[in-house]
């Protein structure tokens, strides 16, 4: 049968690639936003793309300006996602994005994404876009005629691609095409795509990632504090909040006058005695992979808050025989260290339980309350500060120390040095391995001006503009390869990223 294709009118330029296997044999219900892993343009991207030796292209590509171009038509399928599969029923598209993890896009490259993901639903019939966040499901699932599925590339390679930025904004993706399409805006949870049902009626009007924001600022406030990685606890509330029968998820749902959790599903734990903790028997697995049945009691809480302190309070002491059972979790300030060390400790039994954990964090940012929250732990006994000129270069190491304060002197007498934490994450950045002031010619309207050194610190809400700017003080930051630049109008912060030094 032969399919009508159309293409995008937001095409502001189009270079055709030769990269592409001709006509599709598989009708489209599906996008997959890519990272160009550079801030591109459209001429840029065509002419990549245009050359054979390539061996590569996209139906789309949107550039540093939001600007799309056309390089391979929708009747035909692209060389894009690693996946021939995937490919012929996918219309694929390049996003311009920073040079390195997350790869965040600029907000113009978004929103452009948003709309173009509109018009292509819309001009293949489609109502709702829909975001899964799992690769199974996703592949198995048999989208209905006014669906159109998202996918990544990850999932076909060993990629990061479309990188951390944007493969936790899928949902809001999905969200915000599919309200602009008039379609339900709801994002099917595991147990819908089991039974086909939609969210409890219980939970009004609040959608997941309502929820979640509702449950993240109870980590940011100054009221409670979690006692491990925000991002690992909301991790956890939502993961088992999916399945509806932990305790934890029970109370934090109720804090919210929900009945069901996220899923629909009801509590299903023991009876409530009346009394202060009620009993709830659990089976947990040993060394030798038998299982144990453990009786435990488990408290009400009057707010989630004191849920969630309690459980983590759990997690930091509870013990095997003489030994913590999850040694190594207080101060972790890595989310996947942290999940295994409680995987391994034996919280849970389900091989998967790492994946799926560092997938929620992953897929709903949850790394944002870490900031905030995480406050910085005591190094090890034997843990030293290096300072070296780069954490691959040993060579270059000009001392050690166990004092950050002296480590920190150390690089201070020696420009071009930096200290590198334990782990190789660098934390400490001399003023003297920059002279300042300095002129940067920047060459874009929409360079953003943010409160401080990353992309954790919030917009001002102003541009640089195009022209020549002084800047007074040079600090490493998120979100920049060559670091963050203080403007000498006293403005903000601007990422050297896009400035030449004159």
Same mark, same amino acid.
């Given at each position: 049968?032969?399919?009508?294709?159309?293409?995008?009118?937001?095409?502001?330029?189009?270079?055709?690639?030769?990269?592409?296997?001709?006509?599709?044999?598989?009708?489209?219900?599906?996008?997959?936003?890519? %990272?160009?892993?550079?801030?591109?343009?459209?001429?840029?991207?065509?002419?990549?793309?245009?050359?054979?030796?390539?061996?590569? =292209?996209?139906?789309?590509?949107?550039?540093?300006?939001?600007?799309?171009?056309?390089?391979?038509?929708?009747?035909?399928?692209?060389?894009?996602?690693?996946?021939?599969?995937?490919?012929?029923?996918?219309?694929?598209?390049?996003?311009?994005?920073?040079?390195?993890?997350?790869?965040?896009?600029?907000?113009?490259?978004?929103?452009?994404?948003?709309?173009?993901?509109?018009?292509?639903?819309?001009?293949?019939?489609?109502?709702?876009?829909?975001?899964?966040?799992?690769?199974?499901?996703?592949?198995?699932?048999?989208?209905?005629?006014?669906?159109?599925?998202?996918?990544?590339?990850?999932?076909?390679?060993?990629?990061?691609?479309?990188?951390?930025?944007?493969?936790?904004?899928?949902?809001?993706?999905?969200?915000?095409?599919?309200?602009?399409?008039?379609?339900?805006?709801?994002?099917?949870?595991?147990?819908?795509?089991?039974?086909?049902?939609?969210?409890?009626?219980?939970?009004?009007?609040?959608?997941?990632?309502?929820?979640?924001?509702?449950?993240?600022?109870?980590?940011?406030?100054?009221?409670?504090?979690?006692?491990?990685?925000?991002?690992?606890?909301?991790?956890?509330?939502?993961?088992?909040?999916?399945?509806?029968?932990?305790?934890?998820?029970?109370?934090?749902?109720? %804090?919210?006058?929900?009945?069901?959790?996220?899923?629909?599903?009801?509590?299903?734990?023991?009876?409530?005695?009346?009394?202060?903790?009620?009993?709830?028997?659990?089976?947990?697995?040993?060394?030798?992979?038998?299982?144990?049945?453990?009786?435990?009691?488990?408290?009400?809480?009057?707010?989630?808050?004191?849920?969630?302190?309690?459980?983590?309070?759990?997690?930091?002491?509870?013990?095997?025989?003489?030994?913590?059972?999850?040694?190594?979790?207080?101060?972790?300030?890595?989310?996947?260290?942290?999940?295994?060390?409680?995987?391994?400790?034996?919280?849970?039994? =389900?091989?998967?339980?790492?994946?799926?954990?560092?997938?929620?964090?992953?897929?709903?940012?949850?790394?944002?309350?870490?900031?905030?929250?995480?406050?910085?732990?005591?190094?090890?006994?034997?843990?030293?500060?290096?300072?070296?000129?780069?954490?691959?270069?040993?060579? =270059?190491?000009?001392?050690?120390?166990?004092?950050?304060?002296?480590?920190?002197?150390?690089?201070?007498?020696?420009?071009?040095?930096?200290?590198?934490?334990?782990?190789?994450?660098?934390?400490?950045?001399?003023?003297?391995?920059?002279?300042?002031?300095?002129?940067?010619?920047?060459?874009?309207?929409?360079?953003?001006?943010?409160?401080?050194?990353?992309?954790?610190?919030?917009?001002?809400?102003?541009?640089?503009?195009?022209?020549?700017?002084?800047?007074?003080?040079?600090?490493?930051?998120?979100?920049?390869?060559?670091?963050?630049?203080?403007?000498?109008?006293?403005?903000?912060?601007?990422?050297?990223?896009?400035?030449?030094?004159?």
């Amino acid at each position: 049968m032969t399919m009508a294709y159309t293409n995008s009118k937001l095409v502001a330029y189009t270079k055709l690639s030769p990269n592409h296997s001709g006509a599709r044999t598989h009708s489209i219900d599906r996008i997959t936003p890519h %990272c160009v892993v550079g801030q591109c343009t459209a001429e840029g991207l065509g002419d990549w793309f245009a050359k054979s030796s390539t061996k590569a =292209s996209s139906n789309y590509g949107i550039d540093r300006d939001g600007r799309v171009g056309m390089y391979v038509e929708e009747k035909n399928r692209s060389w894009c996602s690693s996946s021939s599969a995937n490919d012929q029923r996918a219309v694929t598209i390049e996003c311009a994005s920073d040079t390195s993890e997350p790869y965040a896009f600029r907000d113009v490259v978004y929103q452009k994404l948003i709309t173009l993901c509109i018009d292509i639903c819309r001009r293949n019939g489609k109502n709702k876009l829909i975001w899964f966040g799992d690769k199974d499901k996703t592949l198995n699932y048999s989208p209905k005629s006014g669906e159109m599925i998202l996918t990544v590339h990850r999932w076909f390679a060993n990629k990061s691609c479309p990188g951390n930025w944007m493969y936790a904004r899928m949902g809001d993706l999905a969200t915000k095409v599919t309200a602009q399409l008039g379609g339900s805006t709801e994002q099917k949870t595991e147990e819908q795509i089991k039974t086909g049902g939609t969210q409890a009626s219980s939970l009004k009007d609040l959608s997941e990632a309502d929820v979640i924001k509702k449950v993240g600022a109870l980590f940011t406030a100054d009221m409670k504090k979690s006692g491990i990685l925000a991002s690992v606890s909301l991790a956890q509330f939502i993961l088992e909040s999916g399945y509806g029968k932990s305790e934890l998820a029970q109370n934090a749902n109720n %804090c919210f006058g929900m009945k069901k959790s996220l899923s629909g599903n009801t509590w299903a734990g023991s009876a409530w005695d009346g009394k202060s903790v009620y009993t709830k028997q659990t089976k947990e697995q040993n060394a030798d992979g038998s299982y144990v049945t453990i009786t435990a009691d488990f408290r009400k809480y009057p707010c989630m808050e004191d849920s969630i302190a309690d459980h983590s309070a759990y997690l930091l002491g509870a013990m095997n025989g003489s030994k913590q059972r999850y040694t190594g979790l207080k101060g972790c300030t890595d989310y996947k260290k942290a999940v295994q060390i409680i995987k391994d400790g034996g919280y849970a039994t =389900s091989h998967s339980y790492v994946s799926n954990l560092c997938s929620i964090i992953e897929r709903w940012n949850l790394t944002q309350y870490d900031a905030a929250e995480a406050a910085p732990s005591a190094p090890a006994a034997d843990a030293w500060y290096r300072v070296r000129k780069s954490w691959g270069d040993a060579a =270059s190491q000009v001392g050690a120390f166990k004092v950050l304060d002296n480590a920190k002197a150390c690089a201070d007498e020696h420009p071009g040095t930096y200290v590198f934490d334990p782990d190789g994450v660098k934390i400490y950045t001399p003023k003297s391995s920059v002279a300042v002031p300095f002129l940067v010619r920047v060459s874009i309207n929409d360079l953003n001006i943010r409160k401080g050194p990353g992309t954790n610190f919030g917009k001002t809400g102003k541009y640089t503009g195009i022209g020549v700017f002084t800047i007074v003080e040079v600090a490493d930051g998120q979100g920049s390869s060559s670091g963050w630049g203080r403007l000498k109008s006293g403005a903000g912060w601007c990422s050297l990223d896009y400035c030449q030094k004159i």
